[in-house]
């Protein structure tokens, strides 16, 4: 079985809702990346913090480049953008988890 964290559609949304240099075209659609897993178990700790780090990662990529730190408004902007997309990949997170219990139970 192929898996996919659906947390994409999350950091997209979290990239659309940025605004400022880190916004996309009005042209274009809103960035994204697509989280795999399937390599993963998330029964154990291990599996779980290396999904997180993963869409941490993704967050980063999506929102990004990161800008100069001296650049303090862009930085604002990228950290609400990464902060923002994090948070949108929660529920699609506890959903994978969610049926990974339920596979192991069958």
Same mark, same amino acid.
């Given at each position: $079985?192929?898996?996919?964290? $659906? +947390?994409? !559609?999350?950091?997209?949304?979290?990239? &659309?809702?940025?605004?400022?240099?880190?916004?996309?075209?009005? @042209?274009?659609?809103?960035? =994204?990346?697509?989280?795999?897993? &399937?390599?993963?178990?998330?029964?154990? +700790?291990?599996? %779980?913090?290396?999904?997180? *780090?993963? #869409?941490? %990662?993704?967050?980063?990529?999506?929102?990004?480049?990161?800008?100069? #730190? *001296?650049?303090?408004?862009? &930085? =604002? !902007?990228?950290?609400?953008?990464? !902060? *923002?997309?994090?948070? =949108? @990949?929660? =529920?699609? %997170?506890?959903?994978? $988890? +969610? &049926?990974? *219990?339920?596979?192991? #139970?069958?």
């Amino acid at each position: $079985m192929f898996k996919i964290l $659906m +947390a994409a !559609t999350g950091l997209a949304v979290g990239l &659309s809702l940025a605004g400022g240099a880190f916004a996309a075209p009005a @042209a274009d659609l809103p960035r =994204q990346a697509v989280v795999k897993y &399937s390599d993963l178990n998330l029964a154990n +700790a291990a599996g %779980l913090e290396a999904l997180r *780090r993963r #869409i941490n %990662l993704a967050a980063r990529e999506v929102c990004g480049p990161q800008p100069d #730190i *001296r650049e303090i408004g862009d &930085s =604002q !902007t990228y950290r609400a953008c990464v !902060t *923002r997309a994090q948070a =949108q @990949a929660k =529920q699609p %997170l506890a959903e994978a $988890m +969610a &049926s990974t *219990r339920l596979e192991e #139970i069958h």
